[in-house]
């Protein structure tokens, strides 16, 4: 089986590489590309990776490239987790919208748009390529928004590409843990889009144990969305919502808080990476131990901002080991290449799952997946409140795909004006200003 990494010089891929590592089974992953735009970062990670495999009898192979048509060429899975415009791309993201008073963050709102707006038409071309030198290739997007970026493939590779994240999972997970329940034994009603999600039930054997957390003040408290959102407003929703629905309930505390923090999340991630690469680049630094440091580092402050606003407190670290992404992504590569049948949260086509949306609008919802791919559920409808902000959003996204292929700066500005965290169609003009000021990336927007 061979497996292609789409951003292979990436901080997490030693972690997929790892999950690689623990699979010994026939069918297992024998040869792993990795693919960069940058060369020193891959070849930063290509070397952990080196020290990694060092003893195992059955590592994968690792190549690596910065030439994407090779790299596509023969691949069975294309993982596909790339950062367009880095990680000061992200940060330029989120400093763009605070300044303009709206929330700056990664997905979520104005710092969402621009990412998209420059991340969609590299993912076309992706795709495009995948479409052309590798067809029966399946395509796992990681890439951020995940949602909008999958659904952006699915034009050029139908229900071949399959978006992931690791936040339902874990949200499951959590919600299960404080019930007393095992996660593997229980079937979990959740749908939205990526990061815009409502855990709406938990059933084991036909029962739903989601109302008993929810009359129960004290597990409430016991768990971080229940500290997130805090135990009244759980209630009132009747549903546990994705940590990503924090923005939009209390945007204003979230904005505040991100306007006086002294940096931005992706400000402190790029300062920290870049002292990774500078320190992989030196052949005398001990990778692995050095590696496992700064992995430690970087999830200990994970979403931090997010709790320390709320007082969540940190992530337990049972969350970190088991519904990683790379745990996700793996479980997904396995069920598909093994026609192991298994139900995973991911990122599909909608068909006719949720009735507010159209057949081909990418959603976030639990799939029976084997051979032949991914397949949604069924899942109760959505309440009304959902389906505002679930349709609001989708709408946004629509406006980006179409800015992004027809270059067209008036669907640019509808993109930020129609978000529901984006107040006015000023804000939303100069917004698309300002990050057209700092991206070099969104040049291409120069119709009207
Ligand atoms: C979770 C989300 C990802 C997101 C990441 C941000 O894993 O599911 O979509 O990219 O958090 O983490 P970071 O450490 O980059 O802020
Ligand atoms: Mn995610």
Same mark, same amino acid.
């Given at each position: 089986m061979k497996l292609t990494i789409l951003g292979?010089?990436?901080?997490r891929v030693p972690l997929v590489y790892r999950a690689l590592l623990g699979d010994h089974a %026939? @069918?297992?992953?024998t040869r792993v590309t990795l693919y960069d735009t940058d060369a020193d970062r891959l070849g930063a990670v290509a070397r952990v990776l080196g020290e990694q495999a %060092? @003893?195992?009898?059955?590592a994968p192979a690792v190549v690596a490239t910065t030439d994407l048509d090779e790299a596509l060429r023969g691949a069975d899975f294309v993982f596909s987790a790339i950062r367009v415009g880095g990680l000061a791309g992200r940060a330029a993201d989120e400093r763009v919208a605070l300044d303009e008073g709206v929330l700056g963050q990664e997905t979520v709102g104005a710092g969402g748009i621009a990412y998209g707006l420059r991340t969609v038409p590299v993912a076309v071309d992706i795709a495009r390529r995948v479409a052309r030198l590798a067809p029966g290739a399946w395509v796992i997007n990681f890439t951020n928004p995940a949602g909008l970026v999958t659904e952006a493939m699915s034009r050029h590779l139908g229900d071949r590409v399959i978006g992931i994240c690791d936040s339902p999972v874990g949200l499951g997970r959590r919600v299960a843990r404080v019930l007393g329940v095992d996660p593997d034994r229980a079937r979990i009603d959740y749908v939205g889009l990526n990061h815009l999600g409502w855990l709406r039930g938990l059933y084991v054997d036909g029962r739903d144990e989601l109302p008993r957390l929810l009359a129960d003040p004290q597990l409430l408290g016991s768990f971080e969305e229940g500290r997130l959102f805090g135990a009244d407003w759980l209630r009132s929703l009747g549903a546990v919502p994705n940590e990503y629905l924090h923005y939009y309930y209390f945007n204003r505390e979230a904005v505040r808080a991100y306007q006086e923090a002294e940096q931005t999340r992706g400000a402190f991630l790029q300062e920290q990476q870049e002292g990774f690469y500078a320190r992989m680049k030196?052949?005398?630094?001990?990778p692995l131990t050095t590696w496992d440091r700064t992995r430690a580092e970087r999830e200990a402050t994970y979403m931090a901002e997010n709790r320390e606003v709320s007082g969540a407190g940190e992530r337990e670290e049972s969350d970190l080991g088991s519904g990683g992404y790379e745990q996700v992504a793996l479980a997904l590569m396995r069920a598909v290449a093994r026609d192991e049948r298994t139900s995973l949260i991911l990122n599909v086509r909608n068909r006719t799952t949720l009735?507010?949306?159209?057949?081909d609008a990418v959603i976030e919802v639990p799939c029976l997946v084997d051979s032949d791919g991914a397949r949604p559920v069924a899942v109760e409808p959505l309440p009304y409140h959902a389906v505002g902000l679930v349709t609001a959003v989708k709408a946004v996204e629509r406006a980006v795909l179409d800015a992004a292929g027809s270059g067209s700066r008036a669907a640019a500005v509808k993109a930020f004006a129609l978000?529901?965290?984006?107040?006015?169609v000023t804000v939303a003009r100069r917004l698309l200003d300002g990050y057209t000021k700092v991206h070099p990336g969104l040049a291409y927007l120069d119709r009207p």
């Open positions: 292979g010089g990436g901080f %026939e @069918g297992r992953v %060092e @003893g195992a009898g059955d030196d052949p005398a630094a001990p009735s507010v949306l159209d057949a978000h529901p965290l984006v107040d006015s």
